[in-house]
């Protein structure tokens, strides 16, 4: 990512959110708020799962974007069906459950499946969706299985539709500023990355719990943030991994992962340390060291009250609802019939590191990652 090359570098940082957006168009053609062209007719989004992400971030978000909208609902809830229907004014033919889903292939209504289910789920309803022929968005991580992921990215490709992930972080213009401050140097060369992310997670009965639905445990829900910083603001893929995971409670962590903190070593000769857990609360940051500064967010992934400090200097920035942002880039991306930057390969490569950090686990030893 590159900043506009007219203007001063201490000048760029206090520019704020227009710096963002330079950065952002020159490599999307969209930032939040300032669409690159404007659309008469919204693509017609499918929710797929109403739990509570559905319910509280992305049903809310798809009223403030510019190029989508909630045409459909996925549930195995009859009782929610008449309570979105009447809150969103979804029609009747556009309620579907997971029996009936490829029925969805004739709802012209629908341009885009958002897959918003247990981690295990999101390889079947992706190939579903892509043969109805359907783009698609999928939460993350992206599938429990590099080879799913594969499999996932073919079968949009055979169908000649869209693939992308819920990276939303990717979109904010904290993080982009972030990016651009480690990519312009301000900080010098980069070093060293710190990151992590973490809570202490309640109902031990819940889907995340269970590896089968899952894949993993804190590593797959909110770990995979700190790694996918540590790529983004690197722009490499960590070539061996080191890692080790603590469990403090067995029967409530039996089939899933507590605690995991990793290594991660890339091309630039750039290490990266890491750390997830549902074990406590507070681990919600990513620093990048370099050879003159730093530059910090602390939180880094929250929802909303991101903070970035570079060089001390505390950026302010306006905040913004991440869901709208990387939906509406992802309607521009189909409009444009140009590749999404979070496309299926973004979540293939990060299961890739993922499953090195859990054989690292299992060996004891650094791992090479395998290339896309």
């Given at each position: 990512?590159?900043?506009?090359?007219?203007?001063?570098?201490?000048?760029?940082?206090?520019?704020?959110?227009?710096?963002?957006?330079?950065?952002?168009?020159?490599?999307?053609?969209?930032?939040?708020?300032?669409?690159?062209?404007?659309?008469?007719?919204?693509?017609?989004?499918?929710?797929?799962?109403?739990?509570?992400?559905?319910?509280?971030?992305?049903?809310?978000?798809?009223?403030?974007?510019?190029?989508?909208?909630?045409?459909?609902?996925?549930?195995?809830?009859?009782?929610?069906?008449?309570?979105?229907?009447?809150?969103?004014?979804?029609?009747?033919?556009?309620?579907?459950?997971?029996?009936?889903?490829?029925?969805?292939?004739?709802?012209?209504?629908?341009?885009?499946?958002?897959?918003?289910?247990?981690?295990?789920?999101?390889?079947?309803?992706?190939?579903?969706?892509?043969?109805?022929?359907?783009?698609?968005?999928?939460?993350?991580?992206?599938?429990?299985?590099?080879?799913?992921?594969?499999?996932?990215?073919?079968?949009?490709?055979?169908?000649?539709?869209?693939?992308?992930?819920?990276?939303?972080?990717?979109?904010?213009?904290?993080?982009?500023?972030?990016?651009?401050?480690?990519?312009?140097?301000?900080?010098?060369?980069?070093?060293?990355?710190?990151?992590?992310?973490?809570?202490?997670?309640?109902?031990?009965?819940?889907?995340?719990?269970?590896?089968?639905?899952?894949?993993?445990?804190?590593?797959?829900?909110?770990?995979?943030?700190?790694?996918?910083?540590?790529?983004?603001?690197?722009?490499?893929?960590?070539?061996?991994?080191?890692?080790?995971?603590?469990?403090?409670?067995?029967?409530?962590?039996?089939?899933?992962?507590?605690?995991?903190?990793?290594?991660?070593?890339?091309?630039?000769?750039?290490?990266?340390?890491?750390?997830?857990?549902?074990?406590?609360?507070?681990?919600?940051?990513?620093?990048?060291?370099?050879?003159?500064?730093?530059?910090?967010?602390?939180?880094?992934?929250?929802?909303?009250?991101?903070?970035?400090?570079?060089n001390g200097k505390k950026i302010e920035l306006k905040q913004q609802d991440h869901f709208a942002s990387e939906l509406d880039d992802f309607a521009t991306c189909i409009r444009e019939n140009r590749p999404s930057k979070v496309s299926g390969y973004e979540g293939l490569k990060d299961l890739l590191a993922i499953e090195a950090i859990y054989k690292s686990i299992e060996n004891r030893t650094s791992v090479d990652v395998q290339t896309a």
């Amino acid at each position: 990512m590159h900043s506009d090359k007219n203007l001063p570098r201490r000048d760029f940082l206090s520019a704020g959110v227009s710096a963002a957006c330079v950065a952002a168009v020159a490599r999307v053609g969209y930032c939040s708020g300032v669409p690159a062209k404007e659309e008469t007719k919204k693509l017609g989004v499918a929710l797929v799962g109403l739990g509570s992400l559905s319910t509280n971030q992305i049903a809310p978000a798809l009223q403030k974007t510019a190029h989508c909208r909630l045409a459909a609902i996925v549930t195995g809830t009859p009782e929610k069906e008449k309570k979105w229907a009447d809150k969103y004014a979804i029609d009747s033919g556009s309620i579907y459950n997971y029996e009936n889903f490829d029925k969805i292939a004739s709802d012209d209504n629908v341009d885009i499946v958002y897959i918003v289910l247990p981690n295990s789920m999101h390889h079947e309803y992706t190939i579903r969706a892509a043969k109805a022929g359907k783009h698609v968005f999928c939460e993350k991580p992206m599938a429990n299985t590099a080879q799913e992921c594969r499999e996932m990215i073919a079968a949009c490709e055979a169908a000649s539709k869209q693939l992308a992930l819920g990276y939303r972080c990717q979109f904010t213009s904290h993080h982009l500023n972030l990016q651009s401050a480690v990519r312009e140097k301000m900080i010098g060369e980069l070093k060293m990355i710190e990151a992590g992310f973490g809570f202490r997670i309640g109902d031990p009965n819940q889907w995340r719990l269970k590896k089968a639905l899952a894949g993993g445990g804190a590593l797959m829900d909110v770990g995979i943030y700190a790694l996918q910083a540590c790529r983004f603001l690197t722009g490499e893929e960590p070539i061996s991994i080191m890692a080790q995971e603590t469990k403090t409670d067995a029967t409530k962590f039996a089939e899933v992962d507590e605690s995991i903190t990793w290594m991660m070593k890339f091309p630039s000769g750039v290490d990266a340390y890491c750390s997830t857990s549902y074990n406590f609360n507070g681990l919600n940051k990513v620093v990048a060291y370099g050879s003159n500064g730093l530059a910090k967010m602390d939180p880094a992934y929250s929802y909303s009250d991101l903070q970035l400090e570079i060089n001390g200097k505390k950026i302010e920035l306006k905040q913004q609802d991440h869901f709208a942002s990387e939906l509406d880039d992802f309607a521009t991306c189909i409009r444009e019939n140009r590749p999404s930057k979070v496309s299926g390969y973004e979540g293939l490569k990060d299961l890739l590191a993922i499953e090195a950090i859990y054989k690292s686990i299992e060996n004891r030893t650094s791992v090479d990652v395998q290339t896309a």
